[in-house]
């Protein structure tokens, strides 16, 4: 009657949760990652990448003249 309590119960509801919990976190995670990869490949698709047909202004500063070019 004074002897220790039994935990054996409790303790295999915990472990039950958490796996629960595990296997939860794992299936949520999934989908995230399903949802976005499948949206990212959506809007790959519905934008096409156009070639580009004229050139970038060139950004580089233009070299100073030489001194004796001017005059």
Known sequence: M???PDYSG???VGILV???SLIVGIAITYF???AAVHAAL???EAVPVKPREFELPD???KP????EDWP
């Open 2 to 4: 004074y002897g220790t």
């Open 64 to 67: 100073k003249p030489a001194a």
């Open 10 to 12: 409790l303790i295999m």
């Open 42 to 44: 959506r809007e790959r």
């Open 32 to 34: 995230v990652v399903k």
């Open 18 to 20: 958490a796996v629960a």
């Open 59 to 61: 950004a580089r500063p």
